[in-house]
């Protein structure tokens, strides 16, 4: 019964950095797939970035040079660096756990459980 917390959502000027956090706990092993989604008002949820149980990444190549996923095995903590925001990254922001093995692919059909979710919020 993992759970996930996300955390270091805000409101930011275009051009602004945010750095995201979803705390896990409860999963059986922290070496798996992990991803961040988010949702914008009106459209489906979509994959932003993942990263799998070797520490490679992938992502969205709306976030791409942009955003960077890391992780800390030590605090089974997630996070999500976003640099340069612009206004079409305003959405809410997901982390969610993935498949153990693998490289899997950012569809959210994929992963859970998820977090709960975090605003972010870039203004012009």
């Known amino acids: 019964q993992g759970k996930l917390v996300e955390s270091g959502g805000g409101s930011v000027q275009a051009g602004g950095s945010l750095r995201l956090s979803c705390a896990t706990s409860g999963f059986s092993s922290f070496i798996r797939n992990w991803g961040w989604f988010r949702q914008a008002a009106g459209k489906e949820r979509e994959g932003v970035a993942g990263?799998?149980?070797?520490?490679?990444?992938i992502y969205a190549d709306s976030v791409k040079g942009r955003f960077t996923f890391s992780s800390d095995n030590d605090k089974k903590m997630l996070f999500l660096q976003m640099d340069s925001l612009q206004p079409e990254d305003t959405a809410m922001y997901y982390c969610?756990?993935?498949?153990?093995?693998?490289?899997?692919?950012?569809?959210?059909?994929?992963?859970?459980?998820w977090g709960q979710g975090t605003e972010v919020i870039v203004s012009s």
């Open positions: 990263i799998d149980g070797t520490g490679r990444t």
């Open positions: 969610a756990a993935g498949p153990l093995l693998g490289r899997s692919e950012l569809l959210k059909g994929n992963y859970g459980p």
